[in-house]
C-alpha cells in the first residue's frame, strides 16, 4: 500500500508542478496601481495610448479595470482601487461627500452622439437639439436601446430624457429596451434591431459592427461629458497607495498627462478635450 | 460578418501578429491548470472518502455536492468577490483582480465536479472489489489509495471535465480577475471584449483558438490515457 501512496503523491505532485506560473510573465514594477474606469476610456483606446507614457516616467504600474461608473464607484467604495477615473460629476460628489476621496480633480471632456439607423424612423437625423430627437423617439416610438447599467452613460441618458421634458417612468413602453450592459453590447443590440441609442464618440469611432447606424444627432452643448479624477481615501482605506495614487492625479492634470490626452487620436479624430485647467468643470 | 474577415483574424491570430495573445493564452491555461490541480488534490481524496465512508447526514451531502456542479459561475463570481474585495472578510489578501482569485473561483467552480465524478467512479469500484480488497485487509479508508490508483484513468475523464467547465467559463472570471490587459485578461473576457467592441471575427478567431487549445488537450490526455491503459493493462 505504501507503495500505491509514493506513487499517488508523486502523480499529483507532478500535476500540481506542471502549470505556468500565472504571474511569471510581467516583470513586477516598483509599485502598481488599481484605476477603476470607465468602458468608454478603454474601448476608445486611451488607456492603452497615455498609460505607457507615465510608467515610463514614473515606473508606476497602472492596472486599469473598466467597469461602469457607478460600478467603478462602487469598487473605490470598497476599498478595491486606488484610483476612480470616472465620468458623472453628481455621483462623482456623492462619492467625495461620502469620504471616500478628499479631492476630485477635472480631467478632460468628449462628448456623447445619437445614433440611429440609416432609414431614420423617428425623422432626426441631422439634428443639433438633442431634446428635440428624443421628442420625435417617444412620438414615434421608435426603438431605443438604453445601457440600463447606472454608467456614467446611463445616467447622461436619464438626466437628458428629463431636460428634455420627458417622463421616461410613463412615457417607457416597448419601444425603450434596458439591456443592462456596456456601450458595445449597446451598439450591437442597436445595430441588431435597427434603434437608436446614446453612446460616447470615442467607443463609436472605434466600434466596428455598425451595420446600418449612423449618426443622427451630434454637436448638443448638452451632449458634453466631463470626466473626474479621485484618488481613494487613505484615511478610508489604509492599505491604498495614497503617493502612487497622487503621481497618477497629478500627472493626468498636469501638462504631461494633459498633452498626452490630447495627442489621442483614432483616424485623425480627437477623442478627448484636456481641461483639468477649467474651474468648475 | 464574412467569412474572409474571420479567417484573416484567424490567421493573424495563429500567426502572432495580435499582440498580447500568447500571454492571454498562457495565463488562461495556467490558471485553469492550476485550478484544476488544485481541485484534483483536493477533491480526488475527498471523493473516494466520501465513496467508501458510511455517516448520517451522507446522502444530503452527496446530493449537494451534485447539484454544486451546475452552480453558475457568476455567482460562485460573486461569492469570491464579496469575499476577496478590500471590505470582505479575506480582503487583507489583497488577492482581488489577480490570477490567485481567478484561480481560487474555478477551483470552486471545478472542486463538485471531481468530487462527485470521483465518488462515484470509486464507488461502483468499490462495491466490485469490495471482499477482493477486504482479503487483502484494505477495508474504508485503507482502501482509498489503491481504489484511487485503480481509477486514474477514469477520474482522468473527471479532471478533463473540470478542466472543460473552468476553460469555458467567463462570468467568474471577469468579475473577480477584471479583464485587466496583460494582468487577468483571459481567452474568455478578451472575447467578451472583442464582442463589445464590435470586432466580431477577431472575438470569433479567440473562439476558435480556445477551441483548437481545448482539443489539443483532449487528444493529449486521451493519448495519456490509452498508453497508461494499455501498459497497465
Redesign the interface.
Known amino acids: 500500500m505504501n507503495h500505491f501512496t509514493r506513487r499517488t503523491l508523486l502523480a499529483i505532485a507532478c500535476l500540481v508542478a506542471s502549470p505556468i506560473g500565472a504571474e511569471a510573465q510581467s516583470p513586477a514594477p516598483a509599485a502598481t496601481i488599481v484605476v477603476a474606469s470607465t468602458t468608454s476610456t478603454q474601448d476608445s483606446g486611451l488607456f492603452e495610448y497615455i498609460l505607457p507614457i507615465f510608467t515610463k516616467k514614473t515606473g508606476i504600474a497602472v492596472k486599469v479595470i473598466a467597469q461602469g461608473t457607478g460600478q467603478a464607484l462602487d469598487t473605490g467604495r470598497r476599498g478595491d482601487a486606488d484610483v476612480v477615473f470616472v465620468h458623472a460629476k453628481a455621483a462623482e460628489e456623492k462619492f467625495l461627500a461620502e469620504g471616500f476621496s478628499e479631492a476630485r480633480r477635472p480631467v478632460m471632456y468628449n462628448d456623447f452622439v445619437l445614433v440611429g439607423p440609416k432609414s431614420d424612423p423617428a425623422g432626426v437625423a441631422g439634428g443639433k437639439d438633442i431634446a428635440a430627437a428624443l421628442a420625435a423617439i417617444v412620438a414615434k416610438k421608435a426603438p431605443f436601446v438604453s445601457r440600463g447599467d447606472k454608467s456614467g452613460t446611463h445616467m447622461a441618458e436619464l438626466a437628458l430624457w428629463k431636460s428634455a421634458g420627458i417622463d421616461l417612468a410613463a412615457a417607457r413602453a416597448d419601444w425603450y429596451r434596458e439591456i443592462g450592459q456596456g456601450m458595445g453590447a449597446t451598439l450591437n443590440t442597436a445595430s441588431a434591431m435597427n434603434g437608436y441609442a446614446l453612446t460616447d464618440r470615442g467607443t463609436w469611432l472605434g466600434f466596428k459592427n455598425r451595420g446600418d447606424l449612423v449618426i443622427a444627432v451630434e454637436g448638443d452643448r448638452r451632449l458634453f461629458n466631463q470626466y473626474g479624477v479621485m484618488a481613494v481615501s487613505a484615511k478610508k482605506f489604509p492599505h491604498v497607495k495614497t503617493r502612487e495614487a497622487e503621481s497618477f492625479v497629478n500627472w493626468l492634470t498636469g501638462s504631461e498627462g494633459q498633452k498626452a490626452i490630447a495627442d489621442h487620436k483614432i483616424g485623425g479624430e480627437q477623442l478627448f478635450f484636456p481641461n483639468a485647467d477649467q474651474p468648475g468643470a | ?1 464574412e467569412v474572409a474577415g474571420f479567417l484573416a483574424a484567424a490567421a493573424e491570430i495563429f500567426g502572432g501578429s495580435i499582440p498580447g495573445f500568447w ?1 492571454i493564452v ?2 488562461s ?3 485553469t ?2 485550478a484544476v ?2 481541485a ?2 483536493i477533491g ?1 481524496p475527498a471523493g473516494a472518502l466520501l465513496a467508501v465512508s458510511r455517516f448520517p447526514g451522507r446522502t444530503i451531502l452527496i446530493v449537494t455536492i451534485n447539484a454544486l456542479m451546475g452552480l453558475p459561475p457568476v455567482v460562485a463570481g460573486l461569492l469570491i468577490f464579496l469575499l476577496l ?4 472578510p479575506l ?1 487583507f489578501f ?1 488577492w ?5 482569485a481567478m ?1 481560487l473561483a474555478q477551483v470552486v467552480l471545478v472542486l463538485p465536479i471531481v468530487v462527485a465524478l470521483t465518488r462515484q467512479t470509486i464507488e461502483d469500484l468499490w462495491r466490485e472489489y469490495a471482499e477482493h480488497l477486504a482479503s487483502l485487509d ?1 477495508t474504508g479508508i ?1 482502501a482509498v ?2 481504489l ?2 485503480e481509477a ?1 484513468f477514469s477520474l482522468l475523464t473527471g479532471l478533463l471535465a473540470g478542466f472543460g467547465r473552468a476553460s469555458a467559463e467567463v462570468g467568474a472570471v471577469l468579475i473577480v480577475g ?6 487577468t485578461r483571459t481567452m474568455t473576457t478578451a472575447i467578451a471584449l472583442e ?6 471575427p477577431l472575438a470569433l478567431g479567440l473562439g476558435a483558438a480556445l477551441l483548437v487549445l481545448t482539443l489539443g488537450l483532449n487528444i493529449l490526455a486521451f493519448g495519456v490515457g490509452r498508453v497508461g491503459a494499455r501498459n497497465a493493462g
Do not use: Q, Y
Request: proline residues 7%.
Open positions: 460578418m500571454p498562457g495565463l491555461l495556467g490558471v491548470l492550476t490541480a488544485l484534483a488534490l480526488m474585495s478590500r471590505s470582505g480582503g489583497g482581488l483582480f489577480t490570477p490567485k484561480i484494505l485503507r489509495p489503491t484511487l490508483w486514474r477584471g479583464n485587466i490587459v496583460g494582468h464582442t463589445s467592441k464590435g470586432d466580431l
